[in-house]
T-cell receptor, first 117, second 114 residues
């Protein structure tokens, strides 16, 4: 089955710095890569996603890059703010033999991001 | 518009007891999922239902059963709870079974098994 490795497990930055979280996946058939943010005691929420036919996607201060050859993707947060402090999860979706994705997401282990004022 | 609603929010069980976690969504989504979240292990898929009338095992199905009661509701049952099932359980739903599946999560249910 799919295996998703996420690094680092914890990340501490100063307000205004950039933060980068990296994930690798094992199944070359994976075709969808979302990132979820989970604030303390809250539910995970989607912040950005990328599909396998795109190399980079940006939404204001966050961006995701995908390298299909190396099977890794990264989340980049620029100009970090204290409210960016949360746990971030990457995930990869598996496509079945019929060519459709059942939306089964395999998640990474999570990264605890702390932004110090 | 409530989204995904889970009950109960908290539950304490003794080893061997049974219980059912309830989940309902009001977004007319086709697919529903149950995940468990443990420290350092991310979110692991227990069972999912791609559409009404179907259910399938995920990564960690042992010790659990599910029922897709109708399009809105997807329940998770622990027949004989074990301390290893102490976790936070999240129900989620998504609109379709292909392409980019954006999950909407419930607020979570914290289960402790003594």
């Amino acid at each position: 089955g799919e295996n998703v490795e996420q690094h680092p497990s914890t990340l501490s930055v100063q307000e205004g710095d950039s933060a980068v979280i990296k994930c690798t996946y094992s199944d070359s058939a994976s075709n969808y890569f979302p990132w979820y943010k989970q604030e303390l005691g809250k539910r995970p929420q989607l912040i950005i996603d990328i599909r396998s036919n795109v190399g980079e996607k940006k939404d204001q201060r966050i961006a995701v890059t995908l390298n299909k050859t190396a099977k890794h993707f990264s989340l980049h947060i620029t100009e970090t703010q204290p409210e960016d402090s949360a746990v971030y999860f990457c995930a990869a979706s598996i496509r079945d033999a019929g060519g459709t994705s059942y939306g089964k997401l395999t998640f990474g282990q999570g990264t605890i991001l702390t932004v110090h004022p | 518009n409530a989204g995904v609603t889970q009950t109960p929010k908290f539950q304490v069980l003794k080893t061997g007891q049974s219980m059912t976690l309830q989940c309902a969504q009001d977004m007319n989504h086709n697919s529903m999922y149950w995940y468990r979240q443990d420290p350092g292990m991310g979110l692991r898929l227990i069972y999912y239902s791609a559409s009404e009338g179907t259910t399938d095992k995920g990564e960690v199905p042992n010790g659990y059963n599910v029922s897709r009661l109708n399009k809105r509701e997807f329940s998770l049952r622990l027949e004989s709870a074990a301390p290893s099932q102490t976790s936070v359980y999240f129900c989620a739903s998504s609109p379709r079974i292909s392409g980019a599946n954006v999950l909407t999560f419930g607020a979570g249910s914290r289960l402790t098994v003594l």
